[in-house]
């Protein structure tokens, strides 16, 4: 199981004023909150530096736009360059979120540690048509998921298309595997979400798109998940369907590799 670090008096910023670590933040009680209507990006830093932060801020923009959601993307570049500098620890997650009537609140968190193999659990799934694509405040059947998994003694989940198995994606990173040395995604067009460290691997290794069945991957060489904020982590076990070897020579080279191109999209913030 993989564990969280906690971060004692995590940095918190409301509509761009800094909450003090001694003050509870204080929210307002919106339509975005109430309803889950809103969008949300999660960034990573290293040292205080985040990587890909314009592709972050693209992908917010198409997220907001998707909903009809207007945002300022001058005003949230320069709080993100305030926040960065602000956090408590310099290694760390961001998550920034805006609400329908426009609060923006950021908030670090904590990262995992690497994981030596995960398992993963398989958990159908039907994408909403209105939201692909987009990363939404909606997320409760991807929480639900995530503590499906956990329940069963896995680390995560992996959704599979409820009406015909195909693999898609797990509630909170992307999902890739190996066959033979080809390092294969699903396909957008199945629904899942373009994710930028997904854009940064296909870019680093040689690979593929198609869509596959959960059955299909009981022959691949390794899986994966990716994600902004995990990086990449080796899949031990599909619970169920495929047990795999995270120190196999081939999916050692596919994560060294994809680690090192995501040190080079790290971008210092003045």
Same mark, same amino acid.
């Given at each position: 199981m993989t564990t969280t670090m906690r971060i004692s008096?995590?940095?918190?910023?409301?509509?761009?004023?800094?909450?003090?670590?001694?003050?509870?933040?204080?929210?307002?009680?919106?339509?975005?909150?109430?309803?889950g209507d809103g969008v949300f990006e999660g960034m990573r830093l290293y040292g205080r530096a985040p990587r890909s932060p314009a592709e972050h801020l693209d992908r917010l923009a198409r997220s907001a736009e998707a909903v009809g959601l207007p945002i300022d993307r001058a005003l949230l570049e320069d709080e993100l360059a305030a926040f960065c500098r602000a956090t408590s620890r310099p290694e760390?997650? %961001?998550?920034?979120? #805006? *609400?329908?009537?426009?609060q923006r609140l950021w908030r670090e968190e904590?990262?995992?540690p690497r994981s030596s193999g995960l398992t993963v659990l398989p %958990?159908?799934?039907? #994408? *909403?048509?209105?939201?692909v694509g987009a990363k939404t405040l909606s997320y409760a059947a991807n929480m639900q998921a995530m503590r499906r998994a956990r329940a069963a003694g896995c680390d995560d989940a992996l959704f599979v298309r409820a009406d015909d198995g195909v693999v898609l994606e797990s509630p909170v990173a992307a999902f890739a595997?190996?066959?033979?040395?080809?390092?294969?995604f699903p396909p957008l067009e199945v629904g899942v979400l373009d994710s930028i460290t997904r854009r940064i691997a296909?870019?680093?290794?040689?690979?593929?798109e198609r869509?596959?069945?959960?059955?299909?991957?009981?022959?691949?060489?390794a899986a994966f998940v990716m994600s902004t904020v995990q990086e990449i982590q080796p899949v031990a076990e599909i619970a169920g369907v495929a047990r795999f070897d995270p120190a196999d020579p081939a999916a050692t080279r596919v994560r060294e590799t994809i680690r090192r191109a995501i040190a080079e999209r790290v971008v210092p913030l003045s």
């Open positions: 008096h995590p940095a918190i910023m409301i509509d761009g004023r800094l909450v003090p670590a001694e003050d509870p933040a204080r929210v307002l009680l919106d339509d975005g909150l109430v309803r760390c997650g %961001v998550r920034l979120i #805006v *609400t329908r009537s426009g904590p990262l995992a %958990v159908e799934h039907r #994408v *909403t048509p209105l939201l595997w190996l066959e033979g040395d080809d390092l294969v296909r870019d680093a290794v040689p690979g593929r869509p596959a069945t959960l059955s299909e991957l009981a022959g691949a060489r």
